[in-house]
């Protein structure tokens, strides 16, 4: 079984800071790692997805994830904000063979002009 | 491309009262899924489908049935609605059967409340 928590259901950043969205999962075996993001007033759409050996994810919109194994963690982050990033951003987990994706309960990222 | 598409968009239902929400996509996937959202947890998988003919039961199938006669339609009936069934259901496609590892792709969602 496979599980994921999203540290903080609520984030504010001011334009330009860095954006860190925290998610740890919990799975028996490597596991699939995705981020998906819902804009305003639009459909959940993928962000990033990480299947590999390497560490880091990239994503759309200057978005990348980083894969530490050891603490279980896929955080989200982005080296400076922009207006556009505020959204709901969801951390998701998937097994091979299994038909289950499991999603985190979302992050509100709100930017402060 | 429409993408994925729900109709409707809100239903308000009275208890024991049945209904049919609709979901289509026009890109061929062979994947299609039904989640609720509540507020606080994650999406729960409802039923999934992997090809015309074929459907199976996620998470939370109590209460719901599906059925998969086309690739484009997965429609999700509630047969008697219960206030529990209030949520928001979102319908997903993916072009991999099998494939909750590939990109889901999202439908805007239909809101729901059982009175």
């Known amino acids: 079984a496979q599980s994921v928590t999203q540290l903080g259901s609520h984030v504010s950043v001011s334009e330009g800071a860095l954006v860190l969205l925290r998610c740890n999962y919990s799975?028996?075996?490597?596991?699939?790692l995705f981020w998906y993001v819902q804009y305003p007033k639009q459909v959940r759409q993928l962000l990033l997805k990480?299947?590999?050996?390497?560490?880091l994810g990239i994503g759309i919109n200057g978005f990348e994830a980083e894969f530490k194994k050891s603490e279980t963690s896929f955080h989200l982050s982005k080296p400076s904000a922009h207006m556009s990033d505020a959204a709901e951003y969801f951390c998701?987990?998937?097994?091979?063979?299994?038909?289950?994706?499991?999603f985190g309960t979302g992050t509100r990222l709100t930017i402060i002009p | 491309n429409a993408g994925v598409t729900q109709t409707p968009k809100f239903q308000v239902l009275k208890t024991g009262q049945s209904m049919t929400l609709q979901c289509a996509q026009d890109?061929?996937?062979?994947?299609m899924s039904w989640y609720r959202q509540d507020p606080g947890m994650g999406l729960r998988l409802i039923h999934y489908?992997?090809?015309?003919?074929?459907?199976d039961q996620g998470e939370v199938p109590n209460g719901y049935n599906v059925s998969r006669s086309t690739t484009e339609d997965f429609p999700l009936r509630l047969l008697s609605a219960a206030p529990s069934q209030t949520s928001v259901y979102f319908c997903?496609?993916?072009?991999?059967?099998?494939?909750?590892?590939?990109?889901?792709?999202f439908g805007p969602g239909t809101r729901l409340t059982v009175l």
């Open positions: 489908s992997v090809g015309a003919g074929i459907t």
């Open positions: 998701a987990v998937a097994l091979w063979g299994n038909e289950k994706l499991t």
């Open positions: 890109m061929n996937h062979e994947y």
């Open positions: 799975s028996s075996v490597p596991p699939y």
């Open positions: 990480y299947t590999s050996a390497a560490t």
């Open positions: 997903a496609s993916s072009s991999d059967s099998g494939s909750t590892y590939n990109e889901q792709f």
